[in-house]
């Protein structure tokens, strides 16, 4: 298939800017796969789409302050995105995304905040280069959390000391965030409050978590001419064993399978086996999920609008129909919905 078969126009201020003043206030649209028709709510009425028996799966990785501002001893501005730890015997090690990496030789030391600097150990592959963060007090994850900020994608935009980043740093994460490691948020999870959560499990309807760290990967348009040429970059995922047993009861009882984010589906599938049920384990998860894909253990899903050209709304394709997707895409920009990772949800059964 074409991947401008996946495109679409949407208006700029379709995109959502900043959270709705409450996680569950936004809006949600219901698209279920067995009626015509869609139904526009607020997240907050979600259980009315949900039964008894029903099993939510969340994805509980948790965003650190990966963004930081360095500068070089020129005084130039350098911008770092932590991609990916690396093991090292002396200091943290990263693989980065760089706003530039001119006139910097292996050794030079970039100046985060007093105290804290990052060492420039040179470029790597995909564009990439690595650093070791420094610390005078040697506790470079503290410094991090001190120091660093939320790394929102590029069309939330945000100036120096703006004062939404004490926001970002509460609502770009989930209530249910707990395992640190990713560089962008489960947006999908992002509308649920614990007293909403407490709420469903109150009327049946069960839930159980599983990790994948969300990297780069997850969020590159697709630059191939075809969905089928695309290969993702792979991500750490873990699947409990709790989890996986979750999901048997589930099947058991005739519940469904809610996946909440297309990084839950890709991690379900991925070690789904006959009847349902799933294999725990943990590794690197590459699954890259495109129409034609049989769906094994994922029966509901819930997510955000996405972007175009991506492989998030390859899969949200896959799961409910292209045209139907598009169409519904759409109909919320007519009705105005509110677009992308701080924007509104989509509940597809």
Excluded at 50 to 71: F, K, S
Excluded at 258 to 286: D, H, S, Y
């Amino acid at each position: 298939m074409r991947i401008d078969q996946f495109d679409y126009h949407l208006p700029p201020d379709r995109v959502a800017q900043e959270p709705c003043e409450r996680r569950d206030g936004s809006r949600l649209m219901v698209l279920d796969r067995g009626r015509e028709g869609l139904i526009e709510t607020t997240f907050a009425a979600i259980g009315e789409h949900l039964r008894p028996g029903d099993l939510l799966v969340l994805n509980d990785t948790r965003v650190i302050p990966a963004r930081l501002r360095a500068r070089k001893s020129t005084g130039g501005l350098v911008e770092l995105l932590l991609v990916a730890r690396e093991d090292a015997a002396e200091g943290a090690t990263w693989r980065c995304l760089a706003s530039t990496s001119r006139g910097l030789r292996a050794g030079a030391r970039l100046s985060i905040a007093p105290g804290f600097e990052a060492e420039f150990l040179g470029e790597t592959d995909g564009g990439r280069v690595r650093v070791r963060l420094h610390t005078a007090r040697g506790d470079e994850d503290a410094a991090l959390r001190r120091h660093g900020s939320v790394p929102l994608p590029p069309y939330i935009r945000r100036e120096a000391d703006d004062r939404r980043e004490a926001i970002d740093r509460d609502r770009y994460q989930t209530v249910y965030a707990r395992e640190d490691g990713a560089i962008a948020a489960p947006t999908a999870g992002l509308h649920f409050t614990t007293g909403l959560l407490s709420s469903l499990r109150a009327r049946g309807v069960a839930t159980a978590t599983l990790t994948l760290h969300i990297g780069t990967g997850t969020f590159q348009s697709v630059r191939a001419a075809t969905v089928e040429e695309h290969r993702p970059e792979p991500e750490v995922f873990h699947l409990p064993t709790e989890t996986a047993e979750a999901i048997a009861r589930c099947r058991a009882r005739d519940g469904r399978v809610v996946a909440v984010g297309t990084t839950v589906v890709r991690v379900l599938e991925g070690r789904a086996r006959e009847a349902g049920c799933v294999e725990p384990g943990q590794g690197w998860c590459a699954t890259y999920i495109m129409p034609g894909h049989r769906f094994r253990a994922v029966d509901a899903l819930l997510t955000n609008f996405h972007l175009p050209r991506t492989s998030l709304l390859i899969l949200v394709a896959a799961f409910a129909g292209r045209e139907r997707v598009l169409a519904a895409y759409e109909r919320a920009i007519v009705r105005g919905f509110r677009f992308y990772s701080y924007g509104d949800a989509m509940l597809i059964l």
